[in-house]
């Protein structure tokens, strides 16, 4: 659906060139939920503005749903741009439209006959909740039902793909995550492929399936979240599940163990007791469901009466078991 490959984005200014995204490369799966994380000056948005064409890289390439931006001429440009929605973080609605006049805006510029607009709309509007509120103005809309129009809106032309930019930024705990599950519901009854730009790790662990963690305009890591979260040095894996800080462990030993599906109930660290004659202290970790799966991060810090701890033992003794370990 989408490949990014060596992508490049320079901003000239008066202090010289400043390079927003570095050689960025990432695939983006049909009909998978794809979050790129970062903090505020990553670069993320720039990222955005090159995949929906809103920017034109300094270098390399933006292939979306087979078509290389890059290379389109203006008209062939904004047809593509119709097989794209957008998800804004402030709405962004027409004040003096109703709700149903707003979702039924982009459809009124692709030339659709009343009728079918008219149709179009209450499918949507009753798809994300609001059909009791067709006739209400923006003002008259609480954050979480303005957004819904806008996720309404965005999916009007039947998009291939859902650019979702700092969705829930502006609504609270509990309308984000009803925000962030009526996304997840979309996109299982449709299949549409949905791009989700943030900063809150919350919105990552909740609906994605893949990610990308941004930090200086590069890509630090990306791929699958079953994948990431099992891998003992991964940096999203240490955002999105933390597993206790390694400084409370005075003798700078500790692991991380990494448990998936039946393993998160499974009396492993009993049984490094029982059979290893190890001594453990808990230091932090949780369990979550992540992209599907039970997921678990543990730290532990391990002693034994000898004040050696035979480490080759360990690893065996947890990879039969299906626990993953990282000194």
């Known amino acids: 659906m989408i490949t990014v490959s060596n992508l490049t984005k320079v901003y000239p200014t008066a202090r010289g060139p400043v390079t927003a995204v570095n050689n960025v490369s990432l695939k983006v799966a049909d009909g998978e939920i794809f979050g790129i994380l970062g903090r505020s000056g990553a670069g993320k948005t720039t990222l ?19 078509h290389e931006l890059t290379t389109l001429n203006s008209l062939t440009l904004r047809q593509v741009r119709h097989r794209m929605g957008m998800i804004f973080q402030h709405f962004n609605l027409m004040a003096g439209r109703t709700a149903a006049g707003n979702v039924s805006f982009p459809l009124e510029i692709q030339g659709v006959p009343a009728e079918k607009r008219h149709a179009r709309v209450a499918e949507l509007l009753e798809m994300v909740g609001l ?11 609480s954050g979480g039902q303005k957004q819904r129009v806008g996720i309404a809106r965005a999916l009007a032309a039947h998009p291939d793909v859902l650019f979702c930019d700092e969705a829930t930024s502006a609504l609270d705990p509990s309308t984000t995550e009803q925000i962030l599950d009526l996304v997840k519901s979309i996109n299982e009854a449709t299949g549409v492929t949905v791009v989700l730009i943030t900063h809150e790790s919350e919105v990552v662990r909740r609906i994605c399936d893949s990610a990308a963690l941004m930090a200086d305009g590069t890509v630090v890591e990306s791929g699958p979240l079953a994948e990431r979260m099992t891998d003992p040095g991964s940096q999203l894996a240490d955002i999105l599940l933390p597993a206790g800080d390694p400084s409370l462990d005075p003798a ?4 991380v163990l990494t448990f998936t599906e039946s393993g998160t109930s499974e009396p492993v ?25 039970q997921i678990g991060r543990l730290r532990v810090s391990l002693s034994h009466p000898t004040g050696m701890v035979d480490e080759g033992a360990v690893r065996r003794y947890l990879a039969q078991r299906g626990v993953g370990v990282h000194l």
Do not use: F
């Open 252 to 255: 700078g030993r500790s692991i």
């Open 269 to 293: 660290i009993s049984g490094l007791t029982r059979d290893l004659d190890l001594d453990v202290s808990i230091l932090g970790g949780a369990i979550e469901s992540i992209a599907g799966r």
């Open 131 to 141: 059909s009791d509120r067709w006739d209400n103005h923006p003002a008259q809309l």
């Open 48 to 66: 955005m503005r090159c995949l929906t064409a809103l920017e034109r890289p300094t270098s390399g390439s933006v292939m979306v749903a087979g």
